[in-house]
């Protein structure tokens, strides 16, 4: 990350609005983590932060806006996996990764792995057999798109237990649930705020959430890693992004200003309810779990072909 003139950005930052652009459309986690978060951090700043959502492409449009934006530290992306995937499976991005710098994670909306309800099994293991049954004919199983997050679950699970899964790709999460909801596919993994409610009315049946500890706002649900299958881990976050440039006294400012808001009770109140969970941290640990997640990802993204 670039450094900058720290004295001058620490004395006069923010000068006016900021823009955090969501690159996906409104309503969904990324949007309503950006809007609560945004407010909080707005107060704290004295400067309005400007929701802007620019979906398209698989969060490519968002993206590309904030990677060539001005490094003044008053625009931002917040997104979530696409970051670190969309380089792996698509080729000539209007960006390069390395334009974009990491400020700070806010939350994460644990996925959770769901069936139809006529599907046989209550957990992992029961899934896991009923699928192997099934033998070459396989599971179908929907995902939002090659490389989103649901794409990975499948992979995750294919690679631990060598079941076989035909991936349904939809334009979006809440069209593949559903097409889970309408028995047009037996399975998928989705964010907790999109599944929970559903869950809650009988409509699908949860199985594991793949986070790395139990959803709070539903605790009975057990993890992939409790069930034994630690491998079958991954969460859709949401993180702030900055132009390459941005002078690092902004960040860090942006950093700090950020992880207050989100441990606030008016943010962690009203997020926590919908199955988010709050996951404020450095810089430092934001830029580590990046690393780590494009490593990890990127090994996974080598076998992931849309057809599997």
Not at 278 to 299: K, N, T, Y
Request: aromatic content about 6%; proline content about 7%; hydrophobic content about 45%.
């Amino acid at each position: 990350m670039c450094g900058g003139s720290g004295g001058r950005a620490r004395a006069e930052w923010p000068e006016h609005a900021i823009r955090w652009i969501v690159p996906f459309g409104p309503g969904g986690a990324n949007d309503l983590i950006a809007r609560l978060t945004g407010e909080a951090v707005s107060k704290r700043l004295r400067q309005p932060v400007v929701i802007e959502n620019r979906p398209g492409a698989g969060a490519v449009v968002g993206t590309a806006v904030v990677a060539k934006a001005a490094a003044d530290g008053h625009t931002f992306l917040i997104s979530s996996s696409p970051v670190i995937t969309n380089s792996l499976f698509l080729k000539n991005l209007p960006y390069a990764d390395s334009e974009l710098v990491p400020v700070g994670m806010i939350a994460v909306a644990p996925s959770v792995i769901v069936l139809h309800p006529g599907i046989p099994g209550a957990n992992m293991a029961e899934f896991v057999a009923w699928a192997k049954a099934k033998g070459d004919k396989g599971v179908n199983w929907a995902t939002a798109g090659s490389g989103t997050t649901p794409h990975f679950v499948a992979e995750m699970i294919r690679q631990a237990t060598a079941v076989s899964l035909n991936i349904v790709p939809y334009r979006s999460g809440n069209d593949g649930v559903n097409a889970v909801l309408a028995n047009s596919v037996a399975a998928t993994s989705e964010a907790s705020i999109i599944v929970l409610p559903q869950i809650a009315a009988g409509l699908l049946k949860p199985i594991a959430t793949t986070y790395e500890k139990r959803i709070s706002a539903y605790p009975s649900l057990a993890t992939t890693a409790e069930q034994g299958f630690p491998t079958v881990r991954i969460g859709h976050w949401a993180g702030l992004f900055a132009p390459r440039g941005t002078p690092q006294a902004i960040i860090e400012r942006m950093n700090v200003e950020l992880q207050t808001a989100v441990r606030s009770a008016e943010v962690h109140e009203k997020l926590t309810p919908t199955g988010i969970e709050i996951a404020p941290g450095s810089v430092s640990d934001f830029v580590a779990f990046i690393s780590s997640e494009r490593q990890r990802l990127g090994a996974l993204a080598a076998n992931m072909g849309e057809g599997r």
